[in-house]
């Protein structure tokens, strides 16, 4: 068995799960498989958002999401939201989403073309309830972003979620 810091660990964890989820999209597109594309986007959102959580949950950046680096976040996170909400905002709210399963799958005829996230009762919001629709793309997008922003933490105390 392999026992890593904190930081590696999560930044080991953030690597794998992108590794796995771009063999998925890459076998579904060059061999045309049978695999389930967003059902391991929401296996790794688990992963990356409700079980390290709290592992980088202070490194989270109080930066509003149209502040952040369009170069690293897709537009549906960073046009989120009421003005002033925050990535650590969002993060927030999508893990309690995800992990008490508010949420509802969009799409039709066995096809899952996206996933809706909802959260009747986030105190980090003026109004209730909180929800987001996303695509698939959009969401393999988030997953893409948040895995290489959390794989590349150091111990530089410096470093934020942003």
Not at 40 to 67: C, K
Not at 69 to 89: A, K, M, Q, T, Y
Not at 144 to 152: P, Q, R, T
Request: hydrophobic letters at 40%; charged letters at 25%; one cysteine or more.
């Amino acid at each position: 068995m392999v026992e890593y810091p904190d930081n590696e660990m999560l930044q080991e964890y953030a690597r794998r799960t992108r590794k796995n989820m771009d063999y998925v999209v890459a076998s579904k597109v060059s061999y045309d498989r049978d695999v389930y594309e967003i059902t391991q986007i929401i296996n790794s959102l688990l992963g990356l958002v409700v079980f390290q959580y709290e592992d980088f949950n202070e490194l989270i950046d109080d930066t509003p999401l149209a502040g952040l680096d369009p170069r690293i976040w897709p537009e549906c996170v960073r046009n989120f939201g009421p003005e002033g909400f925050s990535l650590r905002d969002f993060l927030f709210c999508f893990r309690n989403a995800l992990a008490h399963s508010d949420i509802e799958l969009i799409g039709n005829s066995g096809v899952i073309a996206g996933v809706k996230f909802g959260l009747n009762n986030c105190w980090k919001l003026p109004a209730d309830p909180w929800y987001i629709s996303l695509t698939g793309n959009e969401l393999r997008q988030f997953v893409e972003s948040l895995s290489d922003v959390l794989s590349s933490i150091s111990d530089d105390t410096n470093f934020r979620v942003r």
